[in-house]
């Protein structure tokens, strides 16, 4: 089956530092978003971003679907950035359904 | 966005006990509901799907007989935890695609969790 992959597994950022997170795919994939799941484990919607470039604040992320990557990038990272931060991909052979990445693990310090 | 809810958020049992966990989409209508598992310090893990008026759809090596699941509305989907052992605690989320019918474009929405402790 697929594989996803999240660099770096964990993470230690001063508050104010800026962050690249990376999502490999082994495959083709139809979709791919990007989590945040907080100390408490509410997972919350980031980016849904198949392709192409978004922003969000402080947030944007990128997908390359044909190199089979996305990165998510912090700018100014707050302590309210901790936690775990997920990719998720979209396959639809045969069934629809969503694989997690490994996740990388944030924690930004005051 | 779209809400989901999840009860209970949190439960303790004795073991050999069975635990139902409901989940609801509160604003939105869901054709298909996902349930996953995450043990500590580990990604989630695709339990099963869960489709209204169907019978559900295990991943591989999640026994159906363990982890039974009811869709009976457009907006509920229960996992019980047949005869639950502690090897079976564990963080359960659901999830449900924002308009409800599965297709390519969907955005998942997920609920707040349960975490089961068997004792």
């Known amino acids: 089956g697929i594989q996803v992959e999240q660099s770096p597994p964990d993470l230690i950022l001063q508050e104010g530092a800026n962050s690249t997170l990376r999502c490999n795919f082994s495959?083709?994939?139809?979709?791919l978003q990007w989590f945040h799941q907080n100390p408490w484990g509410q997972l919350i919607n980031l980016f849904y971003?198949?392709?192409g470039t978004k922003q969000n604040g402080r947030l944007s992320a990128t997908t390359v679907a044909t190199e089979r990557y996305s990165l998510l990038y912090i700018s100014s990272s707050q302590t309210t950035d901790s936690g775990v931060y997920f990719c998720?991909?979209?396959?639809?052979?045969?069934?629809?359904?969503?694989?997690f990445g490994t996740g990388t693990r944030l924690k930004v310090l005051a | 966005g779209a809400v989901v809810s999840q009860h209970p958020s949190r439960v303790i049992c004795k073991s050999g006990t069975s635990v139902k966990i409901e989940c609801r989409s509160l604003?939105?209508?869901?054709?298909?509901m996902f349930w996953y598992r995450q043990f500590p310090k580990q990604s989630l893990m695709l339990m099963a799907t869960?489709?209204?008026?169907?019978?559900?759809?295990?991943e591989q090596g999640v026994e159906k007989d363990k982890f039974l699941i009811n869709h009976a509305s457009l907006t509920l989907s229960t996992l019980t935890v047949a005869s639950a052992h502690p090897e079976d605690s564990s963080f359960y989320i659901c999830?449900?695609?924002?308009?409800?019918?599965?297709?390519?474009?969907?955005?998942?929405?997920f609920g707040p969790g349960t975490r089961l402790l068997v004792l």
């Open positions: 971003i198949p392709s």
């Open positions: 869960s489709n209204e008026g169907s019978k559900a759809t295990y």
């Open positions: 604003d939105f209508q869901a054709t298909t």
């Open positions: 999830s449900a695609p924002a308009t409800g019918g599965g297709g390519v474009q969907e955005t998942q929405y």
């Open positions: 998720a991909v979209l396959i639809t052979s045969g069934t629809y359904k969503y694989i």
């Open positions: 495959d083709s994939v139809n979709n």
